[in-house]
């Protein structure tokens, strides 16, 4: 094939267009608050960084990977998490795992680490599985030709693993109303409003978004609920028991049921949504390209048959993986992460001020010019072994780097590449053409107005 020929053939899913130059002060507030990916000029995608000053506050867009791996491992001391990322984050997840800082955060993290284990991981696949094919099952009553928005299917899948797995049933949770809860918070105060901007005391965000509140009182006694049966009752060894157990080497502190309900709702909310619009985004692109469905097809017959998918098959699904790390490569859940430049310092051989505002665009660091092929091409065959070893570890950062990476990172992939290979072999699913793919972000990223999709049943 000629190159030209290549790349005629290469599909390229829709994509933000960046403005040209930096948006003037007042649009680029309105849409760093309405969309912040669709604020970020041109530069950002091309340059190694892009530094910028407003009114005095420094910030600085880091897409080198040298720079940011100072920023995420090296230096990461002198990066803290930002206190724009606390004021969208705090009034939920308070001093949970997300949130916390140095000391706090360390414990939390050692008490939470032993259920992310690879062995706990593999024992809850089949429960993945499981749900996998309960939504099947739930498809085939609805129809060959149903619709259906994937991105709601993906989210109950999700949540009940999550509930599943982690908190052991979550007996007494209400799915649908929690579900719709935390869309309500993410679309209020999950995002930048105002009241950050001019920096108003926190409880004016609050204030300021009803539903958002609504939503947040309704999640937080939800799982209050739930601590106060699990204290009552004996322990079952999940993720709540190692929580319930941890002690603060350092102060001997335990978690009070607080600190408890704050971590609860940081995996909740951490460990559901993500995967969805991981699976989202990957049915999504595999619904538009069809020889990556069909090979995907071939691929999970090829490794189980028709057997059900087990931690050993998804070892081997070693395409399907790929189509999922191509997806959270072009799509990635989480498209912004941010620090504040504590002291002053070098990343990536440039100095950074103390109180530089520090943005991780990764949704642009993933579609770099400089260390992308074809960078806003759908191409799984980019994440083959090869090509993997020659690219910088900090150019892709779907789960974040350094010591405040993903802790469940490992889940996340265990689950999407078992639910994607039970989802290709039981059901074809096709992207409605006329609907208008538009990513948005309300801390994740999500696509606007949901993914319907049309459901093909194949013949049994
Ligand atoms: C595709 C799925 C997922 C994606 C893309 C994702 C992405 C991320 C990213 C980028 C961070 C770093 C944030 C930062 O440094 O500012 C993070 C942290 C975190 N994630 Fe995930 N995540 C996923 C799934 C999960 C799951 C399944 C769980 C739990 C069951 C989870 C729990 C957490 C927690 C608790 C943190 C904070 C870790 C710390 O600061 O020590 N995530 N995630």
């Not at 403005?19 to 995608?45: G, Q, S």
């Not at 009114?55 to 600085?60: D, K, M, V």
């Not at 310092?345 to 010019?369: D, E, N, Q, S």
Request: hydrophobic share 45%; glycine share 6%.
């Amino acid at each position: 094939m000629t190159e030209a020929q290549e790349n005629q053939a290469l599909f390229v899913p829709p994509a933000v267009t960046p403005p040209e130059a930096p948006l003037p002060y007042f649009r680029a507030l309105w849409t760093l608050m309405d969309n912040p990916i669709e604020a970020w000029p041109r530069a950002v995608y091309e340059q190694p960084f892009f530094a910028r000053e407003n009114n005095g506050q420094r910030f600085l867009y880091a897409t080198d990977p040298a720079m940011l791996k100072d920023i995420l491992l090296d230096k990461v001391e002198a990066f803290p998490k930002d206190w724009m990322f606390e004021r969208v984050t705090k009034p939920a997840l308070g001093e949970g795992l997300l949130t916390a800082r140095g000391a706090h955060w360390r414990w939390q993290r050692r008490a939470a680490a032993p259920a992310f284990r690879p062995e706990p991981i593999a024992a809850m696949t089949p429960t993945m599985v499981k749900a996998a094919e309960s939504a099947l099952a739930r498809w085939r009553e609805r129809g060959d030709g149903a619709r259906l928005d994937i991105a709601t299917e993906m989210t109950a899948i999700t949540f009940d693993v999550i509930l599943e797995t982690m908190l052991s049933g979550g007996e007494g949770i209400d799915v649908r109303a929690a579900t719709q809860k935390i869309t309500d918070y993410l679309e209020t105060l999950g995002r930048v409003t105002p009241a950050d901007l001019m920096q108003w005391p926190l409880w004016t965000r609050v204030a300021l978004a009803p539903r958002g509140s609504r939503a947040l009182v309704y999640l937080k006694a939800m799982v209050d609920r739930m601590i106060a049966r699990r204290r009552r009752e004996a322990a079952r060894g999940d993720l709540v028991d190692l929580l319930m157990a941890a002690e603060d080497p350092e102060s001997g502190r335990r978690m009070d049921d607080g600190l408890l309900r704050d971590n609860l709702l940081t995996f909740i909310g951490a460990g559901h949504e993500t995967t969805a619009l991981a699976l989202t985004w990957s049915l999504y692109l595999v619904g538009r390209h069809a020889p990556t469905a069909a090979r995907l097809r071939e691929e999970v017959a090829a490794v189980a048959g028709e057997a059900t998918i087990t931690p050993e098959h998804v070892e081997r699904l070693t395409f399907t993986r790929t189509v999922v790390q191509e997806a959270m490569r072009l799509y990635p859940s989480l498209p912004i992460m941010s620090r504040m430049c504590g002291t002053d310092t070098v990343a990536g051989g440039h100095p950074v001020k103390a109180g530089t505002f520090i943005f991780i665009p990764i949704y642009a660091l993933h579609r770099h010019r400089r260390l992308w092929r074809d960078p806003d091409a759908f191409d799984p065959s980019r994440f083959g072994p090869e090509e993997s070893a020659e690219r910088p570890r900090f150019a892709y950062l779907p789960f974040g780097g350094g010591p405040r990476v993903c802790i469940g990172q490992g889940f996340a992939m265990m689950e999407a590449v078992a639910v994607l290979a039970t989802l290709v072999r039981g059901a074809v699913l096709e992207p409605d053409p006329g609907h208008r793919i538009r990513p948005l972000v309300r801390v994740s990223m999500r696509p606007q107005g949901g993914m319907p999709m049309t459901l093909r049943l194949p013949r049994a």
